[in-house]
């Protein structure tokens, strides 16, 4: 027989939604447990996805830098680098997150548990500690939490040794002299710009004609000439019918129009799918839509009203950002706590080399919903900050109405991008007008001055009474 426990919030899960769920919960007065199956708290995001690649990247720029300032210092990476060099801060970054994480769930009494658990009915469920000890569950509300993992395509035969996913590509013992990288989505452009950083041969092969297609056209061309700048090889519109391991030294990749690409290894980056399998949703009266994912509605109450989810289980955006967000909401709607509307305003940042961000509404998107649109850009080579930081090669872009007044949208391309694009987001919130950009005072030399050459761009383009 189970030990019966109880609790008003159960979350399963640890990563960004369900540490914020569970925290907004125990704020709330509630008795909350979280689940995580891992022993490590924090889910893929802290472990194997966000921090550890973006703990890469710092490395990566660093070389990138230094080989930009040869006149300075002769600097190449010696053959046979090992990957725990190039992540070498990682575990005192993780050790930091998971104290400042451990500290947080203590200090609001939240019970942390380490198990298995799937449902029983949509109020109980049942828990399976490392142990073996079984725990019943039961709880008013349930959060459910539990992240994403790598798809596997049926043609990919992912071994990790050879053949990578998201998941294992860090796992690599040595920095490899060659990578192809399957996709052209986040992570995909990610990871595949970070390691061509770090002086890899990098080939991205995708089936649509650029990567990261929905962002605006002028970020990824932008986007695509640096990758190709720095070495890199962007091959879109291609059919990947086989990959295989040769046995001696390469994966062998072939396409469907007979283009063959050789290297050392593989990086499968062709997305991502809701880590439900184990959850036994059917018994709480659930089930995954087409697209292996839970629906929600605009509370992320799913189908059965007690329960609720938030993250990557639930689909796009998929940002570490937004799934925080989502979590506390979706916190806030189950336990009746009033809310402001959700912002359709959340800001996308890609960690790629260059980074990428923008809010709001692309190019295109502007004009198929307002017709003639008014854009200014600014590319940062004229920035005093982008000449002295070497960062001449990104660009920031606003989008306004038909009058040039009313930002609709705003994206940067370029180092920075991802802190420096939230002066748009706020002026968006604010529903601010272009002018306040040329009638505010920037600092010198910073990239925020763009705002304003390319709000000048608009206001020259304006109609005239």
């Not at 942390?112 to 569950?137: M, P, Q, W």
């Not at 770090?198 to 000439?225: A, E, N, R, W």
Request: hydrophobic letters at 40%; aromatic letters at 6%.
């Amino acid at each position: 027989m189970s030990t019966i426990q109880e609790f008003d919030v159960v979350v399963i899960g640890s990563g960004p939604a369900g540490q914020k769920s569970a925290i907004q919960s125990a704020k709330a007065g509630q008795r909350v447990a979280i689940i995580e199956r891992d022993n490590l708290f924090g889910g893929a995001c802290v472990h194997r996805g966000t921090i550890p690649s973006k703990t890469l990247r710092e490395n990566a720029l660093r070389v990138k830098h230094m080989r930009q300032n040869a006149a300075l210092v002769d600097f190449e990476l010696g053959e046979d680098t090992e990957m725990a060099t190039l992540i070498n801060r990682l575990e005192d970054v993780l050790k930091e997150h998971d104290k400042y994480m451990r500290e947080q769930i203590t200090r609001n009494e939240i019970e942390r548990i380490h198990g298995r658990v799937s449902f029983i009915d949509n109020k109980a469920l049942l828990l399976t500690k490392v142990s073996g000890e079984t725990i019943e569950l039961k709880t008013n509300k349930v959060i459910i939490a539990t992240g994403s993992f790598p798809r596997k395509p049926d043609n990919i035969p992912i071994d990790h040794e050879h053949v990578f996913d998201s998941d294992s590509i860090l796992s690599m013992l040595y920095l490899p002299a060659s990578l192809t990288v399957l996709g052209g989505g986040v992570i995909a452009s990610e990871y595949a710009s970070i390691f061509q950083a770090l002086g890899v041969k990098v080939t991205m092969i995708d089936k649509y004609p650029t990567p990261l297609g929905f962002l605006d056209q002028d970020m990824t061309d932008t986007f695509v000439s640096a990758f190709e700048n720095m070495g890199g090889t962007w091959m879109g519109k291609q059919q990947v019918e086989k990959v295989y391991w040769d046995g001696i030294s390469e994966v062998v990749t072939e396409c469907a129009d007979g283009t063959v690409v050789r290297s050392q290894k593989l990086l499968c980056a062709a997305g991502r799918l809701a880590n439900v399998k184990d959850l036994k949703l059917e018994n709480a009266g659930l089930k995954v839509n087409e697209r292996g994912l839970i629906s929600v509605d605009d509370n992320l109450c799913t189908t059965v009203e007690n329960i609720y989810a938030a993250g990557d289980v639930i689909g796009p955006p998929s940002l570490a950002s937004a799934s925080m967000e989502q979590g506390r909401r979706a916190a806030c709607n189950a336990l009746d706590i009033p809310l402001g509307d959700l912002s359709k305003l959340i800001p996308a940042g890609i960690f790629s080399i260059p980074e990428l961000s923008s809010v709001g509404l692309t190019e295109t998107q502007a004009r198929e919903q307002h017709g003639d649109v008014i854009v200014g850009r600014a590319k940062f080579a004229e920035v005093a900050r982008g000449q002295i930081s070497g960062n001449t090669e990104g660009m920031l872009k606003i989008v306004a109405d038909t009058q040039g007044k009313k930002i609709l949208g705003v994206m940067l391309v370029g180092e920075s991008s991802t802190e420096v694009v939230h002066i748009g987001h706020m002026a968006m919130l604010c529903n601010a007008d272009v002018d306040m950009f040329v009638e505010s005072t920037f600092n010198f030399p910073t990239l925020a001055e763009a705002y304003r050459i390319a709000a000048l761009e608009i206001l020259a383009k304006r109609p005239k009474d």
